[in-house]
């Protein structure tokens, strides 16, 4: 059976919270009057932000939207996608013009010709990380998110700059997705073409569909550049060029600030995207959303990257090289990610701060090598150079840490439970003897108590010695009192928290 090609076209749309450009320099550092419910105004420049996203929201997001959703209303064939981060969102919901840009969102997933994806809730490198935790909790929060927002559950997954290797693959499968997005890399398809449906290695169900660069490049890059030998680019000329490329499928995957923001209103990129739908359909060809073209195709072979190989759609490498590719980078990123087990036991407001300052774009800023890829990173930066971003990040983080040891009072070492899970502080402690179930806990339980396992690490790991004492007073009391496994809980938290 003959099928169309299918054209995906597909939209990122995202706006990072910018630090604060003088927070080192002005010595704003260690602050004590600051509380943690004000660290995001005290390391966040809102007012920077609120100045880009309605400079954006009116040169770009609205009169896209308003053209996108006329161009559903006029083509019953036209479709699109979108992976909007959750950082994005929150944006629209602070800033004035969001509310509307939000509301045509929702119009778009009504239409029931938009597919939107997921991604990380934070547009971060979690994915990255060795421990899997945080990259399925940012997952879920931006699936709930595309949820309550426009009613919409993806079932489509798009990793921050499209990073991917086999690992990330089979963590998207075990989340129940059915496609993810990866970037059409040479030294990856080794002479295959990207315009195909492929399976990723050690995947059973999942499917993963590939940016075509050089062609989404055309318009996110070349479109306005008068130098380059196919200036000007019409609607009808692209067409032209997908109908004589051949495969099942191309994907165009652009920066939704390419219309209006990167390529302004007067290059004609908004009269491009107005009839780029009625050149496409003049064609043997169709428009389809991600998850249709992986229902339509079958894979066609296998796609292998390993994880010290992982693949993204930045600059020329087309790899990590963009956020972690020089010390300043790989500083700060080890920085974050050390601090991801104190911060899980310090409450809900340090860890949503923790996050934002995982935000990707601020190890973005820090790219050192130059050349046009250089220009491009300049471009999206609110710093004049890249070193200023590391200092900005890295004396941010160290505030944060200072504050975060103080919140948790931080142990040397961690107290390790026979099941192998570890715990950094004495909240951490407390919360997880809560949740310990099943028959073994009170065994267990009295166990540490007796062994003086709980008494020994808040002393020599925490210095805490008044807690230590009392903790270790239970041993000799639980006789008489009998306690049970949930009397014995609660008394240890009570001594934790009278002190």
């Known amino acids: 059976m003959n099928r169309k090609k299918s054209i995906c076209l597909a939209f990122e749309v995202h706006q990072p919270f910018r630090l604060r450009k003088d927070f080192f320099w002005n010595k704003q550092m260690f602050n004590r009057s600051v509380d943690v419910e004000d660290l995001f105004d005290y390391y966040f420049f809102d007012d920077k932000d609120r100045e880009v996203f309605e400079k954006v929201a009116r040169k770009c997001y609205l009169p896209t939207n308003e053209i996108i959703l006329r161009l559903i209303d006029e083509y019953n064939d036209f479709k699109a996608a979108y992976s909007i981060s959750g950082v994005f969102v929150e944006q629209c919901e602070r800033y004035g013009s969001g509310k509307d840009i939000l509301e045509d969102f929702r119009q778009l997933a009504s239409s029931g010709k938009v597919e939107f994806l997921n991604q990380t809730y934070y547009h971060s490198l979690v994915g990255l990380y060795e421990e899997e935790g945080e990259f399925i909790e ?36 075990n989340m129940g997705y059915r496609g993810i997005f990866a970037e059409g890399v040479e030294r990856v398809l080794n002479g295959r073409s990207p315009n195909y449906v492929y399976a990723p290695v050690g995947c059973k169900n999942l499917k993963v569909i590939l940016r075509n660069y050089p062609l989404t490049d055309d318009i996110g890059f070349r479109f306005s550049l008068k130098s380059w030998k196919e200036y000007p680019l019409s609607a009808s000329k692209y067409a032209s060029w997908l109908n004589a490329t051949p495969g099942q499928c191309i994907n165009i995957f652009l920066d939704y600030e390419t219309f209006g923001e990167h390529h302004w209103e007067d290059t004609g990129i908004f009269e491009f995207l107005r009839e780029f739908p009625m050149q496409v359909l003049k064609y043997d060809m169709e428009f389809s959303t991600p998850s249709e073209i992986i229902e339509k195709y079958k894979p066609i072979g296998v796609i292998d990257v390993k994880n010290l190989e992982t693949t993204s759609w930045a600059d020329v490498e087309k790899d990590t090289s963009c956020f972690i590719g020089n010390t300043m980078q790989w500083a700060c990123y080890e920085y974050l990610r050390w601090l991801e087990p104190y911060v899980k036991e310090s409450g809900n407001e340090l860890l949503k701060i923790w996050r934002y300052l995982g935000i990707s774009d601020h190890l973005y800023y820090m790219f050192t090598v130059g050349g046009a890829s250089g220009d491009v990173h300049s471009y999206f930066s609110h710093f004049e150079k890249p070193y200023d971003a590391f200092i900005a990040l890295f004396s941010v983080i160290h505030d944060f840490d200072v504050r975060l040891r103080a919140k948790i009072k931080k142990a040397d070492f961690p107290f390790v439970f026979l099941d192998g899970e570890k715990v950094w502080s004495l909240k951490g402690l407390c919360e997880y003897i809560k949740r310990m179930s099943g028959e073994e806990v009170e065994d267990a339980i009295k166990g540490y108590v007796e062994r003086g396992d709980f008494e020994r690490w808040i002393r020599e790991s925490i210095g805490e010695e008044e807690i230590a004492k009392e903790i270790g007073n239970l041993s000799s009391s639980m006789e008489k009192q009998r306690y049970d496994a949930d009397e014995l809980r609660e008394r240890i938290c009570e001594i934790i928290s009278e002190n």
């Not at 940012?138 to 993806?154: I, N, S």
């Open 138 to 173: 940012q997952m879920k929060a931006h699936r709930e998110l595309m949820r309550d927002l426009v009613g919409y559950e993806p079932v489509f997954f798009e990793n921050t700059e499209l990073l991917y290797n086999n690992r990330i693959a089979k963590l998207v499968e």
